[in-house]
């Protein structure tokens, strides 16, 4: 299997579902590296696709192409870290491309959008999958559908739009030949 496509929940592509290499993570960042490190190991695809919801922070709508990942909980500056740095790792952000956003993940619901550590969009997933395809030399593309503004609204508006881009990864997959 050349492509992989990973998604967190079967809500935000039900229909995706139906198709051999589509796959589903669950939700955060552990959940998501531990089953990208499994299907990567188990298929050794070419790419792994990432679809999913995010909260907008500098956008607000559509589809986006995220090229740069950073962890936004990890915080360790008292041990002299910078904001969404991993301790010992010389990087806070992850690039894998100069062409797209700064995607900011972590293991929580953003409804602040002043975050501590600069991004356009926020997800619970995608810095997992990106260091877990860099980590084993596999291309990653993520897309991400912007379901809310990062804001005291966001729950609702999830809620309301989680399903909303759908049709935009089918088109995604659809010109890349894999739907």
Not at 106 to 111: E, K
Not at 142 to 170: L, P
Request: contains cysteine; proline residues 4%; hydrophobic residues 40%.
């Amino acid at each position: 299997m050349n492509d992989l496509v990973l998604i967190a929940i079967r809500e935000e592509a039900p229909d995706l579902a139906a198709l051999a290499h589509v796959f589903f993570t669950g939700v955060g960042k552990v959940n998501a590296a531990l089953t990208a490190a499994r299907l990567i190991e188990k298929h050794r695809p070419k790419r792994v696709w990432n679809f999913g919801t995010a909260g907008g922070i500098t956008v607000g709508s559509g589809l986006h192409l995220c090229t740069r990942f950073v962890q936004r909980d990890m915080d360790v500056g008292p041990l002299g870290f910078k904001p969404g740095q991993t301790p010992y790792e010389d990087h806070v952000v992850l690039h894998l491309g100069d062409h797209g956003l700064v995607c900011s993940s972590g293991d929580s619901f953003v409804t602040d959008p002043n975050l501590v550590v600069p991004a356009d969009l926020v997800d619970m997933e995608a810095y997992a999958l990106a260091k877990a395809c860099s980590a084993t030399g596999t291309e990653f593309i993520c897309h991400k559908f912007i379901s809310d503004r990062a804001d005291g609204g966001s729950s609702s508006d999830w809620s309301q739009n989680v399903r909303m881009g759908e049709s935009a990864y089918v088109g995604v997959l659809r010109e890349n030949g894999l739907a």
